[in-house]
């Protein structure tokens, strides 16, 4: 019975990612946006100051499926590089249209760590001047656990980005073990909350932010609390001296439209 779940369990990955190549070449996959908003600058509400480009993926006939189930497959595949590409691009389009209707809104668009190369650098530098856009407004949000091997190519990588004016940002800090004193050795712009720090009220967490929150003003970082799902949440991360807030309270992920629609009428929320 057991090798039968087994055999039906390959059967569905490898047909997942059969379709999910298909869908990366013929460009099937969409991009939804979450707002970020200033948390520093008063209580937040208004115009979003960035968004993050979340990718998504709605199979024929499974309908849609989540980034956690194809990010991994599309990594095991290789095909993670050219999502993360495509992502980007669309997004960068986005913020461009939206800057020269006069929205400017930053992007963060995310990297799996496992293809942070100095080609991968080259390739986002190459597609971005080619827009014309700041580079100002962009940054790339990497999981905080890339793996020790791959740490030094990606430092001279991640600086690479920078030199050209992309923003750094480690995403998901506290959702792993990964130590600060390793993010701080990163050349790195950001730091994301996790939401599962953003969410707790103890004095753990509230430790564990305020070490980040602190070093990141000695670092010129900018932090951004995630998953700030409850007011309690909201005002727990403007406590903490959070910059930036995101997460369902403030805005769920959405079509460009709806971020159209928060900057021109700011009091509504998506
Ligand atoms: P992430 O980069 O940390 O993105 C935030 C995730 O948390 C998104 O899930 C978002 O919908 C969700 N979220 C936002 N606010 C809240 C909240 O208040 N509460 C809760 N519970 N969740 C919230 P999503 O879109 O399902 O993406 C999951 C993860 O998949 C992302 O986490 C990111 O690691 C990965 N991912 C998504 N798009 C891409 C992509 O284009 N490239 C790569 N490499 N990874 C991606
Ligand atoms: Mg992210
Ligand atoms: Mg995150």
Same mark, same amino acid.
């Given at each position: 019975m057991r090798m039968c779940i087994q055999a039906v369990t390959v059967t569905t990955s490898e047909t997942l990612?059969?379709?999910? #190549?298909? +869908?990366?070449?013929?460009? &099937?996959?969409?991009?939804?946006?979450?707002?970020?908003?200033?948390?520093?600058?008063?209580?937040?509400?208004?115009? *979003?100051?960035?968004?993050?480009?979340?990718?998504?993926?709605?199979?024929?006939?499974y309908?849609?499926?989540? !980034?956690?189930?194809?990010?991994?497959?599309?990594?095991? +595949?290789?095909?993670?590089?050219?999502?993360?590409? =495509?992502?980007?691009? /669309?997004?960068?389009?986005?913020?461009?249209?939206?800057?020269?209707?006069? $929205? #400017?809104?930053?992007?963060?668009?995310?990297?799996? !760590?496992?293809?942070?190369?100095?080609?991968?650098?080259?390739?986002?530098?190459?597609?971005?001047?080619?827009?014309?856009?700041?580079? +100002?407004?962009?940054?790339?949000?990497?999981?905080?656990? *890339?793996?020790?091997?791959?740490? !030094?190519?990606?430092?001279?990588?991640?600086?690479?980005? /920078?030199?050209?004016?992309?923003?750094?940002?480690?995403?998901?800090?506290?959702?792993?073990?990964?130590?600060?004193?390793?993010?701080?050795?990163?050349?790195?712009?950001?730091?994301?909350?996790? /939401?599962?720090?953003? =969410?707790?009220?103890?004095?753990?967490?509230?430790?564990?932010?305020?070490?980040?929150?602190?070093? +990141? $003003?000695?670092?010129?970082? $900018?932090?951004?609390?995630?998953?700030?799902?409850?007011?309690?949440?909201?005002?727990?991360?403007?406590? $903490?001296?959070?910059?930036?807030?995101?997460?369902?309270?403030?805005?769920?992920?959405?079509?460009?439209? &709806?971020?159209?629609?928060?900057?021109?009428? !700011?009091?509504?929320? &998506?």
């Amino acid at each position: 019975m057991r090798m039968c779940i087994q055999a039906v369990t390959v059967t569905t990955s490898e047909t997942l990612v059969r379709d999910l #190549r298909e +869908a990366v070449s013929s460009g &099937g996959l969409t991009v939804a946006y979450q707002p970020q908003f200033a948390l520093d600058e008063g209580p937040p509400g208004g115009r *979003p100051v960035a968004v993050e480009a979340l990718c998504r993926w709605t199979h024929a006939p499974y309908g849609e499926i989540p !980034p956690a189930t194809f990010i991994p497959l599309a990594e095991d +595949a290789r095909l993670v590089e050219e999502i993360d590409i =495509q992502v980007l691009e /669309r997004g960068a389009a986005q913020i461009l249209d939206w800057s020269l209707s006069g $929205r #400017r809104i930053g992007l963060a668009s995310n990297a799996s !760590p496992s293809h942070i190369t100095m080609e991968y650098a080259e390739e986002v530098i190459a597609r971005l001047e080619g827009t014309g856009l700041d580079p +100002a407004l962009v940054a790339i949000e990497i999981t905080e656990a *890339p793996s020790p091997q791959l740490l !030094p190519e990606m430092r001279g990588a991640l600086a690479r980005l /920078r030199s050209f004016g992309v923003a750094i940002s480690i995403d998901d800090f506290g959702a792993g073990d990964t130590p600060i004193e390793m993010v701080e050795s990163l050349p790195i712009d950001e730091v994301k909350i996790d /939401r599962s720090l953003t =969410q707790r009220a103890d004095a753990a967490a509230d430790a564990i932010v305020a070490d980040v929150v602190s070093r +990141a $003003r000695s670092q010129g970082w $900018r932090v951004v609390a995630e998953g700030i799902e409850t007011s309690d949440d909201l005002a727990r991360s403007v406590r $903490r001296g959070c910059h930036r807030g995101q997460g369902y309270l403030l805005g769920m992920p959405m079509s460009a439209e &709806g971020i159209e629609r928060l900057w021109d009428a !700011p009091t509504l929320r &998506g």
